[in-house]
């Protein structure tokens, strides 16, 4: 069996936790992680360390500073534990174009360097893997699922956030797997609604709007990555009858800056208002406490956004959803309102969906009072699940995972390389998505050209048009017509001097 890596910290220092996940993009959920790791784990360790496959750091102020995972690996810094996630993490996808095109990271592999990244990092330095509750948003294949959770890996502790994301786990290593609800849930624990919280918000307020926050808003997210089928008016029509239900005006929120939030705003907004309804942005660039502190006083929360969802829900405000049933982000959400069980429907497939049932409220999915009770149960019915969750990752320090580190040469670290099955299979998987990407990138090519040849055509008929015009207008000046009119203009002007 490996032994830790020596160290020399003293013996009585406190441990330190690495976390791995995406930290180093601007999106709210994400960058919270960390921060409430800290919070959770204040108790237990010296520091939490954020790692990414960058250094990016997002906007806010209080996001704990980003470190490149694979520089920490190389590093001889000490490690006694290794946490993964939260987020939808654990897959083979691409990144959105944009979010890892630099730093020596491609969108095809930015994700799988996390997972692979932490479990190689806990067996390098000797110390326990604990997963935090991320997502499994599509099937492992086997060899994938025994290098991350099998026998001989240095995963002490595995959970999910959802029942689908256990699924999506080998049938075999499911009975050790814990389903924990996402961890943003405790978020009104760790940031406790009171008056500095509300001071907060009305800070906020003055500084974005110049005016104090109205006496009842609801918070609303619109993306149209999200929801690309939905029209603007479509989605000031669901807004316009959740205010009408509230009897308040609508802050629009943007949770998901690395998603371009704000360029959503704008035309809803527009719309929104011309209905008669109020309206403001807030584009929170300052800290996150300042963006909880906003979804904490509002009386109702609508959007698209996973985490607004969650952290609005934390504090007990009556919450719906927005996602198209073909989005990947709908499985997380209808897992998460899984887990709650609300009576009521709380997801919804579409804006237009939802401004429909929002007409005809008050009903049986859509009973306000109902959801009110709901919600204010909201963080009580997860807290003992959450407490257990953090203690089993506390007790990962110290241990070496249930079967122990395995040496160097195991059979379980020679599933990684790219010439074992497991190798195969991520090559396979990451050689599938960069040759799609290809695929979308020559259709948009072919379609670029075609559009090209048609402007080519449009400009050879405009050249043939300019030459029969010339050789129209070279008949017509050698036309006696043309001669008397231009002999009867000098005329004019003759008699005219």
Same mark, same amino acid.
């Given at each position: 069996?490996?032994?830790?890596?020596?160290?020399?910290?003293?013996?009585?220092?406190?441990?330190?936790?690495?976390?791995?996940?995406?930290?180093?993009?601007?999106?709210?959920?994400?960058?919270?992680?960390?921060?409430?790791?800290?919070?959770?784990?204040?108790?237990?360790?010296?520091?939490?360390?954020?790692?990414?496959?960058?250094?990016?750091?997002?906007?806010?102020?209080?996001?704990?500073?980003?470190?490149?995972?694979?520089?920490?690996?190389?590093?001889?810094?000490?490690?006694?534990?290794?946490?993964?996630?939260?987020?939808?993490?654990?897959?083979?996808?691409?990144?959105?174009?944009?979010?890892?095109?630099?730093?020596?990271?491609?969108?095809?592999?930015?994700?799988?360097?996390?997972?692979?990244?932490?479990?190689?990092?806990?067996?390098?330095?000797?110390?326990?893997?604990?997963?935090?509750?991320?997502?499994?948003?599509?099937?492992?294949?086997?060899?994938?699922?025994?290098?991350?959770?099998? =026998?001989?890996?240095?995963?002490?502790?595995?959970?999910?956030?959802?029942?689908?994301?256990?699924?999506?786990?080998?049938?075999?290593?499911?009975?050790?797997?814990?389903?924990?609800?996402?961890?943003?849930?405790?978020?009104?624990?760790?940031?406790?609604?009171?008056?500095?919280?509300?001071?907060?918000?009305?800070?906020?307020?003055?500084?974005?709007?110049?005016?104090?926050?109205?006496?009842?808003?609801?918070?609303?997210?619109?993306?149209?990555?999200?929801?690309?089928?939905?029209?603007? =008016?479509?989605?000031?029509?669901?807004?316009?009858?959740?205010?009408?239900?509230?009897?308040?005006?609508?802050?629009?929120?943007?949770?998901?800056?690395?998603?371009?939030?704000?360029?959503?705003?704008?035309?809803?907004?527009?719309?929104?208002?011309?209905?008669?309804?109020?309206?403001?942005?807030?584009?929170?660039?300052?800290?996150?406490?300042?963006?909880?502190?906003?979804?904490?006083?509002?009386?109702?929360?609508?959007?698209?956004?996973?985490?607004?969802?969650?952290v609005s829900s934390s504090y007990g405000v009556p919450a719906l959803a927005v996602m198209p049933r073909d989005n990947p982000a709908q499985i997380?959400?209808?897992?998460?309102?899984?887990?709650?069980?609300?009576?009521?429907?709380?997801?919804?497939?579409?804006?237009?969906?939802?401004?429909?049932?929002?007409?005809?409220?008050?009903?049986?999915?859509?009973?306000?009072?109902?959801?009110?009770?709901?919600?204010?149960?909201?963080?009580?019915?997860?807290?003992?699940?959450?407490?257990?969750?953090?203690?089993?990752?506390?007790?990962?320090?110290?241990?070496?995972?249930?079967?122990?580190?395995?040496?160097?040469?195991?059979?379980?670290?020679?599933?990684?390389?790219?010439?074992?099955?497991?190798?195969?299979?991520?090559?396979?998987r990451l050689t599938q998505e960069f040759c799609g990407d290809l695929r979308e990138q020559a259709a948009r090519t072919g379609v670029l050209q075609?559009?090209?040849?048609? =402007?080519?055509?449009?400009?050879?008929?405009?050249?043939?048009?300019?030459?029969?015009?010339?050789?129209?207008?070279?008949?017509?000046?050698?036309?006696?017509?043309?001669?008397?009119?231009?002999?009867?203009?000098?005329?004019?002007?003759?008699?005219?001097?």
């Amino acid at each position: 069996m490996q032994s830790p890596a020596p160290s020399n910290r003293p013996a009585a220092a406190r441990p330190v936790v690495a976390m791995a996940g995406t930290f180093d993009i601007s999106n709210f959920g994400d960058a919270l992680f960390p921060v409430l790791a800290r919070w959770r784990l204040a108790e237990l360790a010296d520091e939490v360390i954020a790692l990414s496959p960058t250094a990016g750091l997002p906007i806010w102020r209080d996001s704990l500073p980003v470190r490149v995972l694979e520089d920490f690996h190389r590093s001889d810094e000490p490690c006694d534990l290794v946490l993964l996630g939260g987020g939808d993490i654990v897959h083979l996808r691409a990144t959105p174009p944009g979010f890892y095109d630099d730093g020596g990271y491609s969108r095809w592999s930015a994700y799988a360097s996390l997972w692979g990244g932490a479990a190689l990092l806990a067996h390098s330095r000797g110390c326990p893997l604990a997963w935090n509750a991320p997502g499994v948003p599509e099937p492992l294949g086997a060899e994938l699922g025994e290098f991350l959770v099998g =026998e001989g890996s240095p995963a002490a502790y595995v959970s999910v956030r959802d029942h689908p994301s256990l699924d999506n786990l080998p049938a075999s290593a499911r009975s050790a797997v814990q389903v924990v609800p996402d961890t943003l849930v405790e978020t009104a624990s760790m940031w406790p609604r009171g008056e500095r919280l509300a001071s907060d918000c009305r800070r906020v307020f003055n500084e974005l709007t110049g005016s104090p926050p109205p006496e009842r808003f609801v918070t609303v997210h619109v993306n149209g990555f999200a929801t690309p089928t939905d029209s603007t =008016e479509a989605m000031a029509a669901a807004i316009e009858h959740w205010c009408r239900l509230w009897k308040a005006s609508a802050v629009f929120v943007c949770p998901g800056l690395v998603h371009q939030d704000p360029r959503w705003v704008e035309p809803v907004m527009g719309a929104l208002i011309a209905r008669g309804t109020g309206a403001a942005k807030l584009v929170v660039e300052t800290s996150m406490r300042d963006l909880v502190a906003v979804l904490a006083h509002s009386c109702g929360y609508l959007g698209s956004s996973m985490h607004g969802f969650v952290v609005s829900s934390s504090y007990g405000v009556p919450a719906l959803a927005v996602m198209p049933r073909d989005n990947p982000a709908q499985i997380k959400l209808s897992g998460h309102m899984e887990l709650c069980s609300w009576r009521g429907q709380r997801l919804w497939a579409s804006w237009q969906d939802l401004a429909e049932g929002l007409r005809a409220a008050p009903a049986a999915d859509l009973d306000l009072e109902l959801m009110v009770r709901e919600s204010s149960g909201y963080l009580a019915r997860f807290q003992t699940d959450l407490d257990r969750h953090w203690e089993r990752v506390a007790g990962c320090v110290g241990s070496l995972g249930p079967a122990g580190t395995p040496p160097v040469g195991s059979s379980w670290l020679r599933s990684w390389p790219m010439w074992s099955p497991l190798g195969r299979q991520v090559a396979t998987r990451l050689t599938q998505e960069f040759c799609g990407d290809l695929r979308e990138q020559a259709a948009r090519t072919g379609v670029l050209q075609e559009k090209l040849q048609s =402007e080519r055509d449009k400009t050879k008929k405009l050249r043939a048009k300019l030459i029969e015009s010339r050789a129209e207008r070279q008949r017509l000046r050698s036309s006696w017509a043309w001669r008397i009119a231009r002999w009867l203009w000098s005329l004019e002007k003759r008699v005219r001097r």
